[in-house]
């Protein structure tokens, strides 16, 4: 089982560089020493045919680290060119060190000029934790001739442009093959914009001692599916379907029954005990020939709807609901029933109408519905989607499922979980109706809000991945992932 990956801000690694350097008594210096010496030891093992290697250094540590790669390249027998933007010169003791080091081994440092050399690797070390705003105009430059050569970049700690806080960039972005991230991992390299630019993310932690930091609470923890089996045990011999509770799936409006089937199906396949589905009457016929599971009921009205309601222990309730007066009339009745909801969808968007606490609710928007719940615009929910989250729990006091590329789970008194899975394939009509359905289905069956959200995205996610690998990423359906729900469901 694989444990969550304790992700930190960038105040947060740089109090424990302090503290490493204060307590251990290692040098920066001696610090970036270990982060350039790995660095190149992962560039060696993962390119080795590279005879040339290109260094672009910013004026931090970040710069530092990049010196110190140059030199053991350089070292090594290597062709280097070490460029940065022009007039850089070096901010701290221990960047300043490394480029006397690299000068004192022969290398020099050209200032950039509008071009860049062939180069058959690049090291990015423009910025890292100490960016603070969009690089300047010579950087920018760099950026762009290293992310149009198209050749592999190996980024040091962050993806320069890259905010290591929010993953987030706020102008030009190196679009790295491979990120090495040191010390800690970062939390805005797992979510968001940065999974378009950090390629593939591996951590080093500089042999400092791995307790050494325990008494720091992270920023987030990462989720991956090797720690599925945490959530999901396997069932006693003896189990009823009582003990696995009982979803009741609200929606269907004429026109969008499929959804509301998905929804059903993704609890099924998640191991509820029992589905039930309140739609329209006209959507029952074709549900029950579909599904024939889920128990499947004509409701028109608040009124039908009361005795399902009763027996369900958990409510998904917005796939395919509408915003009319039929969807809005159910939506009313489920919350006032006091049942712990799973609320998507078309339930998002009544909800923004009338803002109000919902303590027993898991909301699962998009980024879109995230900022109608919010009342921002979309750009600034996906601009720093940890705060997004928070603002999320703040305001409607329920745990929340922040979709996208790193999917965000947070709630109230909760350390963030981040999905470390999923692929765009996944970003298609009708997934988000399966995970509610998942969710629902994994909270009825006995994990809390926060866990069922947890596990539930995770699940959604790995299935999505395992669907995908067998048959791609495009046109990838939703449905698609029930076989993959069911397997992976029921971790080895
Ligand atoms: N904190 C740690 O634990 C360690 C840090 N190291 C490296 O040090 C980095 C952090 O170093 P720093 O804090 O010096 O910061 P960076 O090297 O990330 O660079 C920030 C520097 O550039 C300036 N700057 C920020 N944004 C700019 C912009 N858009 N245009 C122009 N200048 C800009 C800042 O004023 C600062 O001087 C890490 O990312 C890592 O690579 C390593 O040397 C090893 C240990
Ligand atoms: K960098």
Redo the contacts with the bound molecule.
């Keep these: 089982m694989i444990p969550p990956l304790p992700l930190y801000r960038?105040a947060q690694?740089?109090a424990?560089?302090e503290l490493?350097i204060a307590t251990l008594a290692v040098p920066?210096h001696e610090?970036?020493t270990?982060?350039?010496r790995a660095a190149w030891e992962l560039l060696r093992a993962r390119w080795p045919a590279a005879r040339r290697i290109g260094v672009v250094c910013?004026?931090?540590?970040?710069?530092?680290?990049g010196f110190v790669v140059a030199r053991f390249a350089r070292e090594a027998g290597h062709e280097v060119c070490v460029f940065a933007?022009p007039g850089m010169h070096p901010?701290?003791d221990?960047?300043r060190q490394a480029l006397a080091d690299w000068r004192a081994a022969g290398g020099r440092v050209v200032a950039f000029d509008g071009v860049l050399p062939e180069m058959d690797v690049w090291v990015d070390?423009l910025?890292?934790?100490?960016?603070?705003?969009?690089?300047?105009e010579a950087?920018q430059g760099m950026i762009e001739r290293i992310n149009a050569s198209r050749k592999p970049v190996l980024a040091?700690?962050?993806p320069s442009g890259i905010d290591?806080d929010t993953g987030h960039a706020a102008?030009a972005a190196v679009q790295a093959t491979l990120t090495l991230s040191?010390?800690a991992a970062k939390c805005g390299l797992y979510t968001g914009m940065a999974r378009d630019f950090d390629g593939e993310v591996l951590l080093h932690d500089?042999d400092l001692p791995a307790d050494m930091f325990a008494a720091m609470t992270p920023a987030a923890r990462l989720v991956v599916p090797g720690g599925l089996r945490r959530w999901l045990a396997p069932r006693h011999a003896n189990a009823h379907k009582g003990e696995h509770g009982h979803v009741l799936c609200i929606g269907g409006e004429a026109g969008m029954g499929g959804a509301v089937r998905l929804c059903a199906e993704g609890a099924l396949r998640t191991g509820v005990g029992l589905a039930s589905v309140a739609t329209r009457t006209s959507g029952v016929a074709a549900l029950v020939a579909a599904r024939p599971e889920a128990m499947t009921h004509a409701v028109e009205d608040a009124a039908a709807l009361a005795p399902l309601l009763e027996r369900a222990t958990v409510l998904a309730v917005g796939p395919g609901l509408g915003q009319g007066a039929w969807g809005r009339s159910l939506l009313q009745a489920a919350l006032d029933s006091g049942k712990p909801l799973v609320l998507d969808a078309d339930a998002l968007n009544l909800i923004v109408q009338s803002p109000r606490p919902l303590p027993q609710a898991i909301l699962t928007p998009h980024p879109g519905e995230a900022a109608r719940l919010l009342g921002i615009d979309n750009a600034a929910v996906q601009a720093d989607r940890y705060a997004a989250a928070e603002a999320l729990v703040q305001r409607y006091r329920a745990v929340v499922v922040l979709k996208g590329a790193g999917t965000i789970v947070a709630g109230p008194g909760q350390v963030p979980a981040v999905i470390g899975a999923g692929n765009p394939g996944m970003a298609t009509g009708g997934m988000g109706d399966v995970l509610s359905g998942v969710i629902a289905a994994l909270h009825a069956q006995g994990l809390s809000a926060f866990e069922a959200a947890v596990a539930g995205a995770l699940l959604h996610s790995a299935a999505g991945d395992a669907a995908a690998r067998i048959g791609g990423q495009r046109g990838l359906l939703p449905s698609d992932l029930f076989p993959h729900l069911r397997r992976m469901a029921n971790p080895e």
């Design positions: 960038a690694v740089r424990m560089d490493a920066a610090l970036m270990r982060a350039g910013g004026p931090g540590n970040n710069g530092g680290d933007p901010r701290t221990a960047a070390a910025y890292g934790t100490g960016l603070t705003r969009p690089p300047s950087a040091l700690d962050v290591a102008g040191f010390i500089l």
